[in-house]
């Protein structure tokens, strides 16, 4: 009895997802709802609970490979199949092998290369170079990486000493042309220092390796023996490094956000436009609440509650920058569930405060933090990160004045709340010095265009600018 | 070359770093008239009177902070620590103060003190006279650690333990001091610490250890020779600082490691020797590396319990085969 793990839905918009790490290893035990897998969507790691308890069987997909929604990867069995030895590998030992596999399989190279593990193989009574006890041999999350051109029944990489896939790769031997005096036919050093001697692979280097140094250090490789390093790791698209260059490795987030963003950009025609707030009697409010709200709550009372609300009550004006575009028209979203950036270590994500428009601004002060120390702790869930219908980046925080923001698809607009500085401002035909702040919007062209745009920045501008002695908390 | 005990082996160090220089004392628990309750002393007190060779009370803490003190003054101490397992009240001198002289006066003083205690189990001897305790000190620097396994290496270390500028645990296992008899040169010698010794020169498997597991290995590496198996046997000698390059000669020439000590096994010497080997020699292993030790409980008073809880020749040579086989 076995159940299949596929790639689940994680998002509206998510088709796909990438698996970032392995949680469970082929032949341990998992209980139910124990995590078994992390994916890797837009920006965020979801953990993958088990739907039932067993024994993980195998593992179809490697980590950092993407595949699409539905597609399997992983089965787990109620650890009866698990428990039986895969075949030993020599070839020709006359073993039968099983005519089908249970269970379709998506990747058919990750099939053919597994299928032997599925079911209980039949031990060939002669031939078998190892008759020795059969001993599980620990399949390595190996699924599709290699196939060997060997017979049928070939299990794949088998397991050897740090020193043996040195001397290995030294002298560029197939290991799994080798037949193994050791434990569960394991190529011992002694095996493989044979074979490399029968062969005269290397004339002059095959033997102990030489005695390290008084320092205590593992000793240099003799320069001759060790052939061109097969296949490289592939640098296709970044081409040959200059001595001058560094090629720093994807982590699945950077690669999400790539991929975001270059989606964004070919899906919606963006256009922007920016107005100037004059946030002086909101950073007044502020200053004079910081003490209170700071003793009250336990955190710093920070602007962004305040922009928050004032772009819900702004997108309650303008219904259709709440909305998403679709072939057939444009899909108001009756929910106003509100996206705000955080910096993380390693990118950005996106966390939503749901139905903000049902929030004080002390309820959206508490989401905001709650929000932006989870998602710097990383603890985020998949819940947190979807459904939003806006975003609002507090790109000021950074010091910026003006930004071109890329839409968070499938909405309709993005907001950035740009630094507040103090300039002098023409004030009843005066000079004054004013508390000065820049909001800079991008909007999907296709869903509206520049006049409901700007009415609906002129809506924020004219909200925050409201902010004052007056306005409640609570 | 006269043949001596182990024991004999300490007195004859220990006499001639004495007439050599007139700096060094002893000092311990009835070490003086009585000669030691194990007799390594036997004679000195006579022979070089009692300004020179203490008794002292029953108080090891104030054994090891005398020792210390007479040291920063310009006496070459020797301190007896009547059985390993009284060590303990002397921790605090030996870890916090000898341990840390030198480097706590930026080298305007130092410590050379040495601290003798007979350990080990295997003479039935109960909780209170079985301990090995050299894990406990291995864990601090500034402590060098010496525990022989022959007598010709217990005097040539203990005279250059003595000469050491820097405090030295020399520690002595109790049941090798008059059954492991060896010859040793009338000649004056010393040993240089922090230096192995191939026991045993073989070419498929390493046993590395220390003190009474000398023995052991020497033994199953007998048995399993008829085996076709060829053990080397490497006697650390030295275990703090220990000689790496020892070892990664012998790591080198085998791919396989059995580290073997009386010590419990949980956070032992060997533990510290399997990391090292990993961390640096990754590569050349082409197997596990196994420890054979006392199992992780108190030494029992019962022969048989306590011969099941220390390791034997069969455990070694269990363990070699499991190896072999790997």
């Known amino acids: 009895m076995s159940t299949t793990i596929s790639m689940p839905q994680l998002g509206e918009s998510v088709a796909e997802g990438t698996i970032g790490k392995w949680l469970k290893a082929p032949g341990e035990r998992i209980e139910r709802d124990e995590p078994l897998l992390e994916v890797i969507t837009d920006k965020v790691n979801a953990e993958i609970p088990s739907p039932v308890a067993g024994v993980v069987e195998r593992i179809v997909v490697p980590e950092g490979q993407t595949v699409p929604v539905g597609a399997e990867l992983a089965i787990i069995g109620d650890g009866v199949a698990a428990a039986e030895p895969p075949a030993e590998g020599a070839s020709g030992s006359g073993s039968e092998l099983p ?23 039949p031990q ?21 990486a290699r196939r060997s051109d060997g017979a049928d029944g070939d299990e794949g990489p088998k397991r050897a000493s740090p020193l043996v896939r040195r001397l290995a790769s030294e002298h560029g031997v197939d290991l799994s042309q080798i037949a193994g005096s050791g434990l569960g036919g394991r190529v011992t050093k002694d095996d493989i220092l044979a074979h490399i001697e029968a062969q005269g692979a290397t004339p002059g280097s095959a033997g102990v390796p030489p005695a390290p140094d008084e320092a205590g250090g593992t000793p240099a490789l003799p320069a001759a023996a060790v052939p061109p390093p097969a296949a490289a790791a592939p640098l296709a698209s970044a081409g040959q490094l200059g001595p001058d260059e560094e090629l720093v490795p994807l982590t699945p987030m950077r690669r999400a956000i790539a991929e975001h963003m270059v989606r964004s950009i070919q899906t919606s025609p963006h256009a922007w436009g920016m107005v100037e707030i004059d946030v002086t009697p909101l950073v007044g409010l502020r200053e004079r609440l910081l003490r209170e709200w700071r003793a009250r709550e336990g955190f710093e009372l920070t602007f962004m509650p305040f922009f928050v609300k004032a772009v819900v009550e702004a997108l309650r004006e303008s219904p259709v920058l709440n909305a998403r575009w679709s072939d057939q028209g444009v899909v108001l979203k009756r929910r106003v569930n509100v996206g705000v950036a955080v910096a993380v270590a390693d990118g950005l994500v996106v966390p939503v405060i749901r139905d903000a428009d049902q929030r004080s601004l002390a309820g959206l002060a508490h989401a905001v933090r709650d929000l932006a120390v989870r998602g710097r702790a990383g603890r985020l869930t998949m819940d947190d990160l979807q459904g939003g219908t806006f975003t609002v980046n507090n790109t000021g925080a950074l010091g910026s004045i003006a930004s071109g923001p890329i839409i968070n698809q499938p909405q309709a607009g993005i907001i950035t709340m740009e630094a507040i500085v ?5 004030r009843d035909d005066a000079i004054a010095i004013r508390s000065m702040m820049n909001a800079c919007l991008a909007f999907d062209h296709r869903i509206t265009d520049g006049a409901e745009a700007l009415r609906f920045l002129q809506s924020v501008k004219r909200r925050v600018e409201a902010y004052g002695p007056d306005t409640a908390l609570y | 070359m006269p043949v001596q005990t182990l024991i004999e082996a300490v007195t004859a160090a220990l006499r001639e770093e004495m007439a050599r220089d007139s700096n060094v004392i002893l000092l311990g628990e009835d070490v003086g008239v009585h000669g030691g309750v194990f007799r390594a002393t036997d004679g000195l007190h006579k022979e070089f009177g009692s300004e020179r060779v203490i008794d002292t009370p029953l108080a090891e803490l104030g054994i090891a902070g005398i020792a210390i003190g007479a040291a920063m003054n310009g006496l070459v101490p020797v301190a007896e620590i009547q059985f390993a397992d009284y060590i303990h009240p002397a921790f605090d001198q030996i870890v916090n103060e000898a341990a840390k002289i030198r480097y706590r006066s930026n080298g305007a003083f130092s410590c050379p003190i040495v601290v003798r205690a007979p350990f080990g189990a295997g003479v039935h001897g109960g909780l209170y006279h079985s301990q090995s305790v050299e894990a406990l000190f291995y864990h601090v620097p500034g402590l060098k650690i010496v525990i022989p396994s022959t007598p010709y290496d217990c005097k040539g270390l203990l005279k250059a333990a003595i000469r050491d500028p820097d405090p030295v645990l020399f520690f002595e296992h109790k049941k090798s001091y008059r059954r492991i008899k060896g010859e040793v040169p009338d000649e004056e010698y010393t040993l240089p610490l922090s230096v192995a010794d191939v026991k045993r020169e073989g070419s498929d498997i390493s046993v590395i250890t220390y003190g009474v597991g000398v023995h052991l290995a020497l033994e199953a590496a007998d048995k399993i020779a008829a085996e076709g198996v060829s053990v080397e046997v490497l006697d650390l000698r ?51 590396i196994l420890r054979v030790a006392a199992a992780d409980t108190h030494i029992p008073y019962a022969p048989t319990l306590e011969e099941a809880v220390i390791p034997n020749v069969d455990d070694v040579l269990a363990a070699l085969r499991r190896l072999a086989a790997y």
Do not use: C, W, Y
Request: a negative charge; aromatic letters at 0%.
């Open chain 2, 238 to 288: 030295t275990i703090v600082p220990m000689d790496k390059a020892a070892i990664a000669r012998s790591v080198a020439k085998t791919s396989k490691v059995l580290i073997v000590h009386e010590d419990n096994k949980t956070g032992g010497v060997g533990a510290e020797i399997a990391a090292t080997i990993v961390e640096d020699h990754f590569e050349l292993l082409d197997g596990p």
């Open chain 1, 124 to 144: 060939g009574p002669s031939g078998a170079a190892s008759s020795a006890a059969p001993v599980a041999i620990q399949r390595e999350g190996e699924v599709g």
């Open chain 1, 422 to 426: 103090k300039r002098p401002v023409v």
């Open chain 1, 99 to 121: 005519s089908e596999t249970t269970g379709p399989t998506t990747l058919e190279d990750a099939e053919a290369q597994v299928a032997t593990s599925q079911e209980q193989v």
